[in-house]
């Protein structure tokens, strides 16, 4: 079966510092897609970052890159220069590339402290 | 950049009653999604339609519930008579999965809060 675990109920970091959310899951599946998502209080889950596993190189965008450790099945993500806009639930996400549905974890709150 | 909507953002109902939410995908989208999150606790997954039938649907997706794409925009979830467990945030979201880069990525509506009393 395919879980998601994010261990991080909540995480603060301070405005313009760096900061990690982490993310594990388990699949029998070689091909797949991982997601990061973030919600913020208006509730709208928005893509931050999306990485496909048979990708070894991490995936980046602007302020936010992964650290996909394939082998470990872990899924970490960096924000870097962290801004009061960042400040919202994280959730990391698993998606076969054989169905439809995503896995989801049950959510890192980050809060941002200026 | 287009977003799905979801209507209402509040739906309060009597214990018993039908509902119906509504979701407008993207228009270019061809699989469409419900999710559900009870306070607390993981977003789950609902059910998947594509070509106008369920794709894939979870255990959660019993017969109380139905989806139905009435035209060529909208995407509904029908809960028959709600129970007070089915109160939750419930999403809607779309994907293209047709190829290219931006497969698989599912976009999410705002949500609409179900309160069953």
């Known amino acids: 079966a395919q879980t998601v675990t994010q261990s991080q109920p909540e995480m603060s970091v301070q405005e313009a510092e760096t900061v990690t959310l982490s993310c594990t899951y388990d699949t029998s599946e070689s091909d797949y897609y991982l997601f990061w998502y973030k919600q913020p209080p208006s509730r709208q889950m928005i893509l931050v970052i999306r990485?496909?596993?048979?990708?070894?190189q991490n995936a980046t965008e602007n302020r936010f890159s992964v650290n996909f450790q394939k082998a470990a099945k872990s899924f970490s993500l960096k924000i870097s220069d962290s801004q009061l806009g960042d400040a919202a639930m994280y959730f990391c996400a698993y998606s076969p590339n054989t169905g439809n549905q995503f896995y989801f974890g049950t959510g890192t709150s980050l809060t941002v402290i200026p | 950049e287009p977003e799905v909507t979801q209507t209402p953002s509040h739906q309060v109902t009597q214990m018993g009653q039908e509902v119906i939410l509504r979701c407008v995908p993207i228009s270019n989208h061809l699989y469409f999604y419900w999710y559900r999150q009870i306070l607390g606790q993981k977003v789950e997954f609902l059910v998947s339609?594509?070509?106008?039938?369920?794709?894939?649907k979870s255990e959660i997706f019993d017969d109380q519930f139905s989806v139905e794409r009435p035209d060529g925009s909208n995407f509904t979830l029908k809960i028959r008579s709600t129970k007070l467990e089915d109160s939750a945030m419930y999403f809607c979201a779309s994907s293209r999965k047709a190829g290219g880069p931006k497969r698989n990525i599912q976009y999410f509506g705002a949500g609409t809060r179900l309160s069953v009393l």
């Open positions: 990485q496909e596993a048979y990708k070894q």
């Open positions: 339609f594509y070509n106008n039938e369920i794709s894939e």
